[in-house]
């Protein structure tokens, strides 16, 4: 039964205190609702800024619901420097931008088989210092580590964008725990 109360995103890297209000679905699961483009990104910067190397986001949602603005922001949590611009990987599928870890931006939406998978250099990926994130993380398929975070973006409206933040693993119910996204306000 979700206990809907409403929650207050802390600002680990920000001067602004960021509210969402929104609920927790359970101990560990997180709805928010953000209502701009810059709250998608803030929220990425929120989450950026607490999390660990290793950690393995997995973005799920339709074409333009916000999973790279998400990125956008963790870089910027993660302390990648501004005159990078995070934009979706084209041809390569993958980005790695410099910050507090390494950050890979994985982009699958045009891989056509998730064989191709094992030739982007995933594992190698996952064995480095880094956090990443993927877009279309659905054709991860096989490949997608038991241990992730999964993101689901959904289109509410022009402005408007609902985002489930879900851990997948013990290792990482743990870790969300510590993320202290959210906490019940007074
Ligand atoms: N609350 C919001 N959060 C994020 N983006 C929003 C929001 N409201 C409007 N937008 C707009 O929606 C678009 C989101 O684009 P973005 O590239 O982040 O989506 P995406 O999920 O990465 O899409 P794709 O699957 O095509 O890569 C942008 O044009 C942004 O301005
Ligand atoms: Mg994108």
Redesign the pocket.
């Known amino acids: 039964m979700p206990c809907q109360k409403q929650l207050k995103c802390f600002p680990a890297a920000s001067e602004r205190v960021f509210v969402f209000m929104d609920e927790r679905v359970s101990s560990a699961e997180y709805q928010i609702t ?8 803030k929220l990425g910067e929120t989450i950026g800024a607490v999390v660990t190397a290793g950690t393995v986001l997995a ?1 799920y ?12 922001g963790l870089g910027r949590g993660l302390g990648v420097p501004d005159d990078y611009y995070i ?2 990987p084209s041809y390569t599928l993958i980005n790695e931008y410099p910050g507090r870890y390494l950050l890979f931006h994985i ?1 699958l ?1 045009r891989i056509a088989n998730p064989v191709d998978i094992e030739d982007i250099g995933l594992y190698e990926i996952l064995e480095e210092d880094g956090v990443v994130a993927v ?2 993380a659905e054709k991860m398929g096989k490949h997608l580590p038991s241990n992730h975070v999964k993101l689901q ?1 959904e ?1 509410i409206d ?4 609902k985002i489930n933040i879900i851990p997948r693993g013990d290792e990482v119910m743990e870790d969300l725990r510590r993320w202290n996204l959210a906490k019940e306000m007074m």
């Open positions: 953000t209502r701009s483009v810059d709250e998608t990104r973005l949602g339709d074409l333009g619901s916000g999973k790279t603005s998400f990125v956008q934009t979706s982009d939406y877009e279309w973006f289109i022009d402005k408007t964008r």
